[in-house]
């Protein structure tokens, strides 16, 4: 049950990204684009996604077991340290080259985009380098 | 800034929106997991006991997405205006920052904000302003 519930899952964020337009980088760029022609889109699906997701997020936070029974894992770090600024710096930089993040990514690899394929190779690469330099520590 | 009317799609935007909140919900009160993208991916490099089945799961959804979308409709064309070099760099920051800073646009922005996590909310601002700047150096500064 847990599995068909994450594949659910995965094939309605999926669904989102798609319907949503932000499997298409030019449609991000278009929104990060702010000194030139700007598409407000993306503002608009993280306004709906967080809309839903307070809710969600709201009654999830409440539970020690989840709705299918699986011990409650939500992210339990507060800090705010180098580590999280030097890596959403890194990501941001990386998003903005391309206009993509890791799920359109994998959508757009799975609509056959090559580009795409490219893309998650090379970001695979990096959480691997990531892991290695990590396990140095 | 001028808003390009011609582009901006409130509804499918908002829509598709909701969708991505509605996954992230179930996905939190069904598993009590997040559903940050970079952290479900980069979870499969480093294989625990019991933490496989479910990422694979997600990751699966996540790839039939476009094919279950084509019983509908026809995919949206999806336009990449970068270069293979670009493309490889942007893969190996997305790869390596997301990991560094425990989340990606999902896991932080998403999710993170949904759950009012201050950490995420920081998060979220430092790759928001990163991909903004980034964007201006690119198409503003050096022109390309």
Known sequence: MLNLSALLAGLLFGLGLIVSGMANPAKVTGFLDLAGRWDPSLGVVMAGAIGVGLVGFGLAKRRTVSLLGAPMQLPASTAIDARLIAGALMFGIGWGLAGICPGPALVAFSAGAPQALV???AMLIGMALHRITAGRR | M??????????SALIGGALI???ASLLALGNGRVAGISGIV?????PQRGETAWR?????GLLAAPWAYRLVAAMPRLRFDSSWGVLIV???LVGFGSRLG????SGHGVCGLSRLSPRSFVATLTFMAAGFATVFVVRHL???
Request: with cysteine; proline share 3%; aromatic share 14%.
């Open chain 2, 56 to 60: 694979l799961a997600f990751v699966g």
């Open chain 2, 21 to 23: 909140g509605l996954a």
């Open chain 2, 42 to 46: 980069g979870g499969l490099l480093a």
């Open chain 2, 102 to 105: 425990s989340g990606c646009t």
């Open chain 2, 90 to 92: 942007a893969g190996l």
């Open chain 1, 119 to 121: 893309f998650v190779l």
């Open chain 2, 2 to 11: 001028t808003i390009d009317w011609s582009a901006f799609t409130p509804w």
């Open chain 2, 142 to 144: 050096i022109g390309a």
